[in-house]
């Protein structure tokens, strides 16, 4: 409470602060990220207990802070899920750290699955609370550091796997000089498989058993030239001397390793000959799954250009091939974003995710035939993903969007269907946007709805149908709008072609002043790979709430070439990654302005990063009569420069002229108007040497702009040194005012 208080005071002081822009004003601009603190009765966390229908959830109260509650799905219960109190006193004595019961710090809280305790991380210690024991609590041991997640971009070693023991456990696999042998375990006698393994064509020692342990699986693995990016941190923390990075890192029309399934009988200590010249075209093998009779396995050929994408049966006892789904396109198949595939145990049916018909749908196909049974969900909407299949019953929940014509396309709805396509029902009724949490036997669920101008509400439903049961939590968001905080708009004008509806959200500060002039600034990231439009209620969205309170109107916009609509919708993308849906953003934009005289299309600034970097820039390039100026960060100004996977997706394969028609640094010359580009030195997910590539093409072409390299860091939007110079950079070039003195040394000048 005392929090909140010190917030209400502190906004009085900073929105009466006079307009000039000074210090005051970003620190002005930098304190609307209070605002999400200032939402009540929100689950700001829940988590089902394992093998229960309890779940216990938190939320912000006004007189009682942080409380934490649980919830008894069968009985329709809520109760406090413990002594808030008595918590916060032994944490005190045996912790030894300061604990205010209104903010227990309960770092990754679990509790048992009979209630009588609790654990939960302080102090690099895991901690156990026993509820039925009068609090006692106990350290149990060290938490074990976080694991520093693999580099994306490194390949498996094939032949660093260990010995692979078959299902009955009495013989295992493994490679020897390229080849493959099994051992019996009992005897320890070893038998060689295959015979001619070399150092430039070997063996996987990724092996698959067939379930009855008879047969088994590998690749036969033709290696490519590796590619790696350098890059210099220039201030490493432990050294003086600055150190070289070297990374493994494709791009695009790169040779690729040849993956070749190869087949053994391991009881007759033979090789089985499989047909494998159709599938060397590859972008990737993957997915190798057996039957669960050990009749044959499958394999995913993605072929090279990703306009080809199959699944592939091989009899055991031949080695026959056969094509059971075969998904061609045109354009591209979303193999990164929209594959889904079940395989239905008993009965050899596979659920297989596909937009033939133009929209991305369920089917149930036939595993042995590879012939579809029946469609399962059909129309002009998508399927967003499958969250659960139910075998026993043949049911399916799914999550989809776009169904109701009534609202927006974008909003998630969870839904549920039987295998036949029959008995669609949704879950989630209400017009807005849904996140369901699941117990875990799929009988009950969370659902957490809202709207960007709609706060949330969280129920308890039935997962049989949707019914619903009891209601955790509606959020307050009177004490945001007291504190000025004014709701983002939902915005909605047609597209280039002008009959699709392209949808988008207006972003006011909280000064707004309908008799002012107001630039407007897009946040853009137009990848291919999602949408992107806030679609949940935030009261702060850090990419762009703070610069919003400097005297902009913000505007995000999902324009054609991305995804969660039609395959048109999508296509539109393909070998064109410059277009960026901006004949759709600037008809957006300019409906908008015509709607409210406040938005000033003279002045249009454009920002974003990574895929959004190279939006923003070819914002300026390709549209100089709109968008005075860009802030780019990290950005992918060069499709070829880039990473392979994620290029190669929307670009297409081979790598051709279309590559240099979207290329930031091939049209650098046209640059009109203002620019700034941000770039972190050790960047490993966008090759830093890109940005520098186009500064380089700027300067031979006589253009001018602004650089900022952030020594130390990677793939960032600019962090905050990164976030004051995008501030500095749109204040000067749209606002026409002059910037804070930073290293003035008072802050109040």
């Given amino acids: 409470m005392k929090r909140l208080v010190f917030l209400q005071f502190f906004f009085f002081v900073v929105l009466t602060s006079g307009a000039q822009l000074t210090q005051k004003d970003y620190q002005r601009a930098d304190s609307v990220s209070e605002f999400q603190r200032m939402i009540l009765h929100d689950v700001l966390d829940l988590q089902w207990i394992e093998n229960t229908h309890i779940l216990w959830y938190k939320t912000r109260t006004l007189d009682e802070g942080i409380k934490f ?55 690099d210690t895991l901690w156990r609370c026993h509820l039925s024991d009068d609090y006692r609590l106990e350290a149990l041991h060290p ?16 032949l660093g796997n260990r010995p692979v023991i078959s299902p009955d456990g009495k013989t295992e696999a493994f490679i020897r000089d390229y080849n493959v042998f099994v051992r019996d375990l009992k005897n320890q006698t070893t038998t060689q498989l295959s015979f001619d393994g070399s150092a430039g064509d070997y063996y996987s020692s990724f092996i698959v058993w067939s379930p009855d342990s008879r047969y088994l699986t590998t690749n036969k693995v033709r290696p490519n030239e590796k590619r790696y990016i350098h890059f210099v941190e220039s201030a490493p923390a432990d050294q003086l001397q600055p150190r070289l990075h070297k990374l493994e890192y494709l791009k695009p029309g790169d040779a690729l390793p040849i993956y070749r399934p190869s087949l053994f009988n391991v009881e007759k200590g033979i090789q089985i000959n499989v047909d494998t010249r159709p599938f060397e075209n590859q972008y990737s093998i993957s997915h190798v799954k057996w039957d669960s009779d050990s009749q044959a396995f499958t394999f995913e050929f993605n072929q090279r250009g990703h306009q080809v994408y199959q699944v592939v049966r091989v009899e055991a006892q031949t080695g026959k091939i056969q094509i059971i789904v075969d998904e061609r396109s045109d354009t591209f198949i979303d193999y990164s974003g929209k594959h889904f595939r079940y395989d239905v145990e008993n009965t050899g049916e596979i659920i297989w995710a596909s937009e033939r018909d133009g929209w991305n749908h369920l089917y149930l196909i036939d595993g042995e035939t590879g012939k579809i049974k029946n469609q399962i969900t059909k129309g002009n909407w998508v399927v967003r993903g499958v969250e659960h299949i139910d075998e026993q019953n043949r049911i399916i929940i799914f999550k989809g969007s776009g169904r109701n014509k009534d609202e927006d396309p974008y909003f998630v709805h969870y839904y549920r269907v039987g295998f036949d396509g029959k008995g669609l ?18 009988s009950y669920f969370i659902d957490t709805y809202s709207t960007v101008n709609i706060p949330p509400v969280s129920v308890l439903r039935n997962a049989a149908d949707g019914a619903r049961l009891m209601t955790l939590e509606e959020a307050d968001i009177s004490l945001l709008e007291k504190h000025g905080w004014i709701a983002p708009e939902p915005f909605v004008a047609k597209g280039r072609d002008g009959k699709t509806d392209i949808w988008g959200n207006i972003y006011r500060p909280t000064t707004f002043d309908p008799t002012r002039s ?65 004949p759709d953003r600037i008809r957006w934009i300019k409906a908008a302005a015509e709607q409210y005289s406040y938005m000033d299309t003279t002045r249009v600034g454009i920002f974003g990063s990574s895929a959004g970097g190279q939006n923003a820039m070819a914002g300026v390039l390709f549209h100089p009569d709109f968008y005075d100026a860009a802030v780019a960060s990290c950005g992918c100004h060069d499709n070829r420069m880039d990473k392979m996977w994620w290029n190669e ?3 297409g394969y081979p790598v051709g002229p279309h590559y240099a028609a979207s290329s930031n640094v091939e049209n650098a010359h046209l640059l009109q108007g203002d620019l700034l580009l941000i770039v972190g030195e050790i960047d490993d997910n966008v090759d830093p040497a890109s940005t520098m590539q186009v500064a380089n093409a700027l300067i031979k072409a006589g253009k001018e702009f602004e650089l900022v390299v952030l020594p130390g860091v990677g793939h960032t939007l600019g962090g905050a040194y990164g976030e004051r110079k995008r501030r500095d950079f749109f204040v000067r070039t749209l606002l026409h005012e002059s910037t804070p003195l930073w290293n003035e040394r008072s802050l109040n000048r």
Wanted: contains cysteine; proline residues 4%.
């Fill in 69 to 123: 509650y649980l919830i008894d799905a069968d009985k329709q219960d809520r109760r406090d899920a413990f002594d808030h109190d008595r918590l916060a006193h032994c944490i005190e004595q045996r912790v030894k750290i300061k604990v205010s019961k209104d903010n227990l710090p309960l770092r990754n809280l679990r509790f048992s699955n009979d209630l009588s305790n609790l654990t939960f991380e302080q102090k």
């Fill in 649 to 651: 997706q929307w670009m």
């Fill in 518 to 582: 107001y630039p407007i600034i897009e946040y853009i990231y137009a990848g291919p790979q999602s949408s992107f439009v806030q679609k949940n209620f935030s009261a702060y969205v850090p990419p762009f709430s703070g610069l919003a309170e400097l005297g902009f109107i913000i505007v995000q916009i999902d324009g054609m070439g991305t995804s969660n609509r039609s395959k048109a919708f999508h296509d539109v993308c393909y070998r064109n990654l410059k277009d960026a849906g901006f």
């Fill in 143 to 158: 938490v074990e550091k976080r694991m520093r997640r693999s580099y994306w971009g490194e390949m498996r070693n094939e």
């Fill in 425 to 442: 029902i949704d879950l989630t009724p209400e017009k807005r946007n849904h996140e369901a949490k699941f117990s875990g036997d799929y």
